[in-house]
């Protein structure tokens, strides 16, 4: 009985430990989403602002030019 006992009260500290362990991750995991909102917010104003300058900036560029026949 006092074998049964210690089992279940090493099973509830590793419970408690992975409960910590994914609230951490859980935290990182939101800070980071956070960061990437962020920097895709500020990636998009500097694209506004690269479009403004230069409207053509955005557009891709063919590798060749067409045959004058075409």
């Known amino acids: 009985m006092q074998q049964l ?3 279940i009260e090493q099973l509830q500290m590793k ?7 994914i609230e951490a991750l859980n935290n990182a ?6 960061q990437i ?3 895709e917010f500020k990636l998009k104003q500097v694209i506004g602002k690269i479009e403004a300058i230069d409207p053509s900036a955005g557009e891709k ?10």
Request: overall charge negative; proline content about 14%.
């Open 15 to 21: 419970v408690a430990f992975q409960e910590d362990t």
């Open 29 to 34: 995991l939101i800070a980071q989403q956070r």
């Open 61 to 70: 560029e063919e590798a060749d030019p067409p045959p004058p026949h075409y």
């Open 37 to 39: 909102d962020s920097l």
């Open 5 to 7: 006992e210690t089992d």
